[in-house]
């Protein structure tokens, strides 16, 4: 499995983004597919995830209401849009995906593909 995520950048509070990823070499039906980050000093925190088998989503308390999840399964790709972006999104933005498993509470442990990661930096 590889991802490769895209759209990390520099913008100002109540700015917005969009981040990409794009996924290849999957080998099993059913995932979870998602986006955790990391702020310098912060332990990984799940975001958002989107199960391919139902399309159910889940958001964490610090993203509702303004980050939105989506995938284009024909291409392949997870995207998050992030509008009215705060200085305490700032982090690395890391794409990953765990092999059966639904959408809900992400847990890191749960993960076994990752991405490389994108930085987003809100500047207040």
């Known amino acids: 499995v590889q991802l490769v995520e895209s759209g990390g950048g520099l913008v100002q509070a109540g700015g917005s983004l969009r981040l990409s990823c794009a996924a290849t070499g999957f080998t099993f039906d059913d995932y979870a597919i998602g986006w955790f980050r990391q702020a310098p000093g912060k332990e990984r925190e799940g975001v958002s995830c989107?199960?391919?088998?139902?399309?159910?989503?889940f958001y964490a308390d610090s993203v509702k209401g303004r980050f939105t999840i989506s995938s284009d399964n024909a291409k392949n790709t997870v995207y998050l849009q992030m509008n009215s972006l705060k200085p305490e999104d700032t982090a690395v933005y890391y794409c990953?995906?765990?092999?059966?498993?639904?959408?809900?509470?992400?847990?890191?442990?749960?993960?076994?593909?990752w991405g490389q990661g994108t930085q987003v930096t809100v500047s207040s």
């Open positions: 989107i199960s391919s088998s139902d399309g159910s989503i």
């Open positions: 990953a995906v765990a092999a059966w498993v639904m959408a809900g509470p992400m847990r890191r442990y749960e993960y076994d593909y």
